[in-house]
């Protein structure tokens, strides 16, 4: 699958049928960038959705965002799960799991 971008006008849209993991990363963030490559060893079994904080402080507020990188999983329920900080694929693949 393809990681995509998301922003204020197609967040909710992209994230509405759950099975999603959002990344809200910063471009100037070390672990954002080591995180990427875990994101793309894990992009055919989970879609991921990146969200760049400086460009969506919106977003941020709504999902309480402070540090990057931050991930929220959304689930078919309609909940959510969030993580703060850099994980491994093997790791994040627990964590939406839960």
């Given at each position: 699958m393809?990681?995509?971008k998301a922003?204020q006008s197609n967040?909710d849209?992209?994230t509405?049928?759950?099975d999603?993991l959002?990344?809200?990363?910063?471009?100037w963030?070390?672990p954002c960038?080591?995180?990427?490559?875990?994101?793309?060893?894990i992009?055919?079994k989970?879609q991921?959705?990146?969200?760049d904080?400086?460009?969506n402080?919106?977003l941020?507020?709504?999902f309480g965002v402070?540090?990057?990188?931050?991930?929220?999983y959304?689930k078919k329920?309609g909940?959510?799960?969030?993580?703060v900080?850099?994980?491994?694929s093997?790791?994040?693949?627990?964590?939406?799991?839960?």
């Amino acid at each position: 699958m393809e990681i995509l971008k998301a922003d204020q006008s197609n967040f909710d849209e992209l994230t509405s049928k759950g099975d999603v993991l959002v990344d809200f990363f910063a471009s100037w963030c070390g672990p954002c960038k080591m995180l990427a490559s875990e994101l793309e060893d894990i992009k055919d079994k989970v879609q991921i959705i990146k969200v760049d904080i400086d460009e969506n402080l919106e977003l941020c507020k709504r999902f309480g965002v402070m540090s990057v990188p931050t991930l929220v999983y959304f689930k078919k329920d309609g909940t959510y799960v969030v993580n703060v900080g850099y994980m491994t694929s093997d790791e994040i693949l627990k964590f939406i799991q839960k």
